[in-house]
């Protein structure tokens, strides 16, 4: 009996940490270019001196699902989506660098390039400065340029080129913060071939359907649980009063 509650227990431990996982998807469906998080389980065998009769459910996690969200055409010059897979990066406050696909960019007080949060942009030779009282245009390479404001129209000035890599996703991990890094804490190379769309943002790759339904799904499956628990409690309850009548 105590391998059914053990089996049971284990199960339940792990759907809810299951729930836990499509609970934060779900409340991140419209986080512009947020990127699923994926879980599975296994069943791993107990070792002992005797008969490998019990298993144990541990998390597996398998990552994040990196399918591209869909592109939203918003206008405003700093917004930028990639199209296909790749990255942004960005600059943390220790100097590593992590990346995004959030390409919702701002200029800071001082005329640095960030995303939303107050990141820096890492352009190709550092953070990248906005020159004041200038209109910009970002190019499908990520250059950044931009034209004086007040003055008749001239030859743009190029003002650095945001760093866009691809990393494979297998080299990828994602942190506490949602950014996403190298796993072996390298910097990822450039690479020529990602190209992103200025005036547009990416959303969330969420599909809030799916997440309803995994929702429902999961909480059946704690009910099963729960009810293999309740089972073994009536199941050792009468084993008790019929040794107690012997």
């Known amino acids: 009996m105590d391998k059914l ?3 049971a227990m284990t199960g339940a431990r792990h759907i809810l940490e299951k729930q836990a996982t499509n609970s934060h998807n779900l409340a991140n469906v419209s986080t512009n270019g947020f990127r699923a998080q994926l879980d599975s389980f296994r ?23 990196f399918t591209p969200g869909a592109i939203q055409h918003t206008g405003r010059e700093l917004d930028v989506a990639l199209h296909g897979p790749g ?41 990248i400065t906005i020159t004041p009282e200038v209109s910009i245009s970002i190019g499908r390479d990520g250059t950044i340029s931009g034209i004086a404001n007040g003055f008749k129209p001239g030859a ?19 942190g506490a913060d949602g950014l996403f890094r190298l796993k072996n804490g390298q910097e990822a190379e450039v690479d020529p071939t990602v190209k992103i769309a200025g005036g547009a943002l990416e959303g969330s790759n969420v599909n809030m359907i799916d997440c309803m339904v995994d929702m429902i799904s999961i909480a059946r499956q704690f009910e099963t649980q729960m009810s293999l628990l309740k089972n073994a409690e009536n199941n050792a309850a009468k084993a008790g009063q019929i040794l107690s009548l012997n």
């Open 5 to 7: 509650i053990y089996t």
């Open 43 to 65: 069943a791993v065998p107990v070792v002992s001196s005797g008969l490998p009769t019990r298993t144990m459910v541990v998390d597996s996690t398998v990552g994040s699902d």
């Open 87 to 127: 990255w942004i990066a960005v600059q943390m406050p220790d100097g590593s660098e992590a990346y995004t696909r959030h390409g919702a960019l701002k200029v800071s007080e001082n005329g640095l390039l960030q995303t939303a949060s107050g990141l820096n942009v890492q352009g190709e030779g550092g953070p």
């Open 156 to 174: 743009s000035t190029e003002m650095g080129r945001i760093k866009l890599v691809n990393p494979p996703p297998g080299e990828l991990e994602r």
